[in-house]
């Protein structure tokens, strides 16, 4: 029967459909540098800095979302040893492949202590379509930060831009 049919096909190309939706939630992180340590707890990414410059974690490429949005992310930074981390939101033009960045947004840092969301603007500039979202740290020497220096907890998107308020803040929780 050609209903039973649509509705099969229907059925099998939301399944299809679904792990990508549920990819987007959230971005799943990678390491930057194989000497960067990475774990999981109780649902938070932690992430330990080798030394030396900026190192983190990075996601896959995303969509750029079809208008402006913010991004929105939960990080604390436990060890004295890092100076700041912060996050970092990487436009590209193409959603594959490696390619040149053509425009980067930083968040506002966060130091040794602090525990807080941090806001990004997702504002795609002219020709993008995709971006890349990475955790970076940076040490207040060379010596190798703990292994769970920085813990990058639950992200989301909103949609609308940043508000253009002041936000104050008394400190981690």
Known sequence: DRSVRIL????????LAAPQAAADD????RRTTPRAVL?????WTLLGVPGGRAWGIESALRRAPPRPATLEVELAVADPRVREAFVRVAWYARERGRQ????VVDSD???AGERRTVLVPLDPPE????????VLARLVTAERSSDDAIAVGPSRVTSGR?????LLWDGPP
């Open 8 to 15: 099969l096909l229907a059925l099998a190309l939301l399944t």
């Open 26 to 29: 959230g971005p799943a992180f």
């Open 39 to 43: 774990g999981e707890r109780d649902g």
């Open 100 to 103: 040149r960045q053509l425009d």
């Open 109 to 111: 840092l966060v130091v």
């Open 127 to 134: 020709g993008a379509r995709a971006y890349r979202v990475r």
């Open 162 to 166: 940043l508000a253009l308020t002041r």
